[in-house]
Antibody
Framework: EVQLVQSGPEVKKPGESLKISCKAS????????IAWVRQMPGKGLEWMGI????????RYSPSFRGQVIISADTSGNTAYLEWSSLKASDTAIYYC????????????????WGQGTTVTVSS | QSALTQPASVSGSPGQSITISCTGT?????????VSWYRQHPGKVPQLMIY???HRPSGISNRFSGSQSGNTASLTISGLQADDEADYYC???????????FGTGTKVTVL
């Protein structure tokens, strides 16, 4: 079964660092892009960025460039989303997702989603 | 980058058909055939309903169909059912960032 399993909920203070994970199984990890999506409380979906594990090509949406780091570990079939200094406004649910079609040149329709990681940042 | 524009809410009675619009620009919807639609029930994970404008993933009912004309994409749900009550988001590739942009989201209510 194709799955993306994300790490558990996090409660952090402003200024702390955090790295959440998304472990893939049931498919060839390096052949599909992995995207990260943010959903703030009561709000809509926002694309954060994507990474292609095979060659580490990583792209960020303008709003998130410089704010987070997206990476992937091919030995562990795991993608990561990382913050160096959290803010209260980072409080949200974060989803990882995989496109329906493999390959370097397709990263559009996301048909496999992780269960989401809730990140709460509060002093 | 600006989000794609969707109506805040659309409603219909069971069995009826409804259409959700998603308006963008030539830099996104109008320039490419990479529109996707996602359904999200409250507290649940988003689900892909349509990709590449009009393609349905395996397991998605043919009651869901997608189309595109100019800078506007549309999702039509026919034979409306209670389980269709959810938030729906469109998404498109955008040359502005060479990535994606989501729509503002539409709440579908089954009367």
């Amino acid at each position: 079964e194709v799955q993306l399993v994300q790490s558990g909920p996090e409660v952090k203070k402003p200024g702390e660092s955090l790295k959440i994970s998304c472990k893939a199984s049931g498919y060839t990890f390096i052949n599909y892009w992995i995207a990260w999506v943010r959903q703030m409380p009561g709000k809509g979906l926002e694309w954060m960025g994507i990474t292609y594990p095979d060659d580490s090509d990583t792209r960020y949406s303008p709003s998130f460039r410089g704010q987070v780091i997206i990476s992937a570990d091919t030995s562990g079939n795991t993608a990561y989303l990382e913050w160096s200094s959290l803010k209260a406004s980072d409080t949200a649910i974060y989803y990882c997702a995989r496109p329906i079609t493999p390959g370097r040149y397709y990263f559009f329709g996301m048909d496999v989603w992780g269960q989401g990681t809730t990140v709460t940042v509060s002093s | 980058q600006s989000a794609l524009t969707q109506p805040a809410s659309v409603s219909g009675s069971p069995g009826q058909s409804i259409t959700i619009s998603c308006t963008g620009t030539r830099s996104d919807i109008g320039g490419y055939n990479y529109v996707s639609w996602y359904r999200q029930h409250p507290g649940k994970v988003p689900q892909l309903m349509i990709y590449d404008v009009s393609h349905r993933p395996s397991g998605i009912s043919n009651r869901f169909s997608g189309s595109q004309s100019g800078n506007t994409a549309s999702l039509t749900i026919s034979g409306l059912q209670a389980d269709d009550e959810a938030d729906y988001y469109c998404s498109s590739y955008t040359s502005t960032s060479a990535l994606f942009v989501f729509g503002t989201g539409t709440k579908v209510t089954v009367l």
